[in-house]
């Protein structure tokens, strides 16, 4: 149907999949909607590694791990709206039972994926009520290596409508919220799994990450993710709102509940050998050397950079542990992370933001910020250029006008100028980090502030630059929870000026309250250079055993038993 009459088709096609997904929860057995037992507990407080042993001795059946992931995943849904496709279904309880393979490193396990993850027999809506009633007709490369290593997926998670923003909320599927206050986002565009993974609602799960993806929910909801470089994980198997938007490549990356299960899961599937179910992998073996030098290392230089009053105090938090154990931390000085953001945001939108705009019906609503976006867009360049005159000379806003002044369509031409800038900034980003700042890895927050309220992406839209600067250098971050807001630590200082800010910390400070935010989770990024998945992770294994030691580790949500 053309528009405007596809309203009405849109308007069915969200009426129609939230009533599926609501009966498919109402219809499964008793054993997901009854009291959590003792078996349950039992279960749910084991790590992913101690399950995968229990049910190889057949001390522990799956089919009694899934019931017991899927009853809390339930009520982690129904606190928080995080669940789009309920995958668990006579049929699949059957296979659990009796055709999963109980000798591969996941055996077991239930995981969960993010909504654009292929799963055969369900849709890959990625928020768009069009992309409905079109279900897969088999698994894709992803599931196929989860599935044969013994892994069960069994839901889907929500995300933002185009995938481009720290929220996530659409019509089809209606508003995740951050289980710590639901006032606040979880994050996006992996925010309905960071909120099932920090209601503990699943212990390991599959993201994508294009500027923060899988980062920022960590940061908002207070649980694990690791970035990994292109080529590390498989990336085939997933849709996506921009499909041919290579100049910005999406990763598919890990998230889990925990540190331990986080590194497990990340091991398992490149245990998998990925490079033989998607040709973009890498045929890169677990480099145990790698993990044994980071783990072995008596000293590391580590850089730090600053941010708002909360982060500031997460990272003083783990500077502070390290120092202790006797590490060098140093304040540094890299190539202009600004320029970076610039290149970053004219590659990801190139095409005029016409591609992700292209899968909209009339009427379907867009996430605030990204509908500032796009709009910008479509306005004639010559308005845009007085604007862009604006900014810069009656405003004196330099940061904002210089996001502005190349934000339109490019030609091949112009795309191929960014490549080669982009290539030009890698490469004096290497030669720093390499030649002058001699690090083992960097420390920065994951972003400005902690979680945004819902709504808040409309101003912070392109506050993502501490987590899109990486995705721009292809470098392996992970990010650990370190602390929760304090109304009395996290105010901003007395003579702070938020009339003084440009139009980016405008844009990041000006829902920063640490009052409204108290309680919400703080993380760190650890950031190393490419390709370093295995030294990221046992960094992040030493800051947290650091921070055991020398001021407490963190604690996140208690399952609500």
């Known amino acids: 149907m053309f528009p405007p009459f596809d309203y009405f088709e849109h308007l069915r096609a969200c009426q129609q999949k939230q009533l599926e997904r609501s009966s498919r929860i109402a219809n499964l057995s008793s054993e997901y909607h009854g009291p959590v037992s003792t078996q349950d507990r039992d279960i749910l407080e084991k790590s992913v590694e101690e399950l995968v042993q229990h049910v190889r001795k057949d001390v522990i059946k799956p089919i009694d791990i899934l019931r ?23 049929g699949a309880e059957t296979w659990v039972e009796s055709e999963i393979n109980s000798k591969g ?13 292929i799963v055969g027999g369900f849709d890959v809506s990625v928020g768009y009520s069009r992309n409905t009633g079109k279900p897969c007709k088999e698994d894709g490369a992803m599931v196929r290596l989860l599935k044969d290593a013994g892994a069960v997926p069994y839901v889907k998670t929500n995300i933002p409508i185009s995938l481009l923003s720290f929220e996530s909320a659409n019509d089809l599927w209606g508003r995740s919220t951050n289980p710590h206050n639901s006032i606040y986002s979880p994050g996006g565009s992996t925010g309905g799994e960071g909120a099932l993974l920090a209601y503990g609602g699943s212990r390991i799960g599959i993201g994508t990450d ?105 990272l003083s938090k783990v500077s502070a542990a390290l120092k202790a154990e006797g590490h060098e931390l140093v304040w540094i000085d890299p190539p202009s992370p600004y320029e970076g953001l610039v290149i970053a945001s004219s590659l990801l ?46 405003r004196r806003d330099n940061i904002w006008a210089g996001l502005l002044e190349n934000f339109h369509k490019k030609s091949a031409f112009d795309q ?25 890895f960097l420390l920065t927050p994951p972003n400005a502030t902690p979680a945004v309220p819902h709504g808040g992406m409309k101003d912070a839209v392109s506050s993502c630059g501490y987590t899109f600067l990486f995705n721009l250098l292809d470098y392996t971050s992970g990010v650990i929870p370190v602390t929760h807001v304090d109304r009395a630590l996290d105010q901003l200082p007395v003579r702070f000026d938020f009339n003084k800010l440009n139009g980016v910390a405008k844009g ?40 055991e030691k020398h001021g407490g580790k963190y604690k996140g949500l208690p399952l609500e038993l």
């Open 416 to 440: 191929w100028k960014l490549v080669a800038r982009r290539e030009e900034y890698k490469a004096r980003w290497h030669s720093w980090w390499q030649d002058e700042a001699k690090l083992d």
């Open 508 to 547: 990041a400070y000006k829902h920063y309250d640490a009052n409204a935010m108290h309680g919400l989770p703080v993380g760190v990024q650890v950031v190393g250079q490419r390709l370093q998945e295995e030294k990221i992770l046992t960094a992040m294994q030493r800051i947290e055993d650091a921070l």
């Open 68 to 90: 017991s992931y899927g009853k809390i995943a339930i009520k982690a849904h129904q606190k928080t709206n995080c669940l789009t496709e309920i995958m668990i279904q006579p």
């Open 105 to 117: 490193p996941l055996a077991g396990i239930p995981v969960s994926l993010k909504d654009s993850v």
């Open 210 to 314: 294009v500027a923060g993806s899988v980062r920022a929910p960590a940061h908002f909801a207070g649980i694990y993710a690791l970035r990994c470089s292109t080529g590390r994980w498989p990336k085939t198997g997933m849709r996506t709102s921009m499909p041919g938007q290579e100049g910005i490549p999406s990763v598919a990356s890990p998230m889990a509940r925990t540190l331990p299960d986080l590194v497990y899961f990340t091991e398992s599937i490149i245990s998998m050998k990925p490079w033989t179910y998607d040709h973009s992998v890498h045929p890169i073996e677990w480099q145990v050397d790698q993990q044994i030098r980071t783990k072995q290392k008596e000293k590391f230089r580590i850089g730090v950079v600053n941010p708002s009053p909360a982060c500031a105090r997460a």
């Open 349 to 394: 939108n190139s095409d005029g933001c016409k591609t992700f705009g292209s899968f909209f019906r009339t009427g379907e609503w867009n996430d605030p910020g990204v509908r500032q976006i796009y709009v910008y867009m479509s306005i004639p360049r010559p308005l845009k250029y007085l604007y862009y005159l604006w900014v810069r000379y009656a």
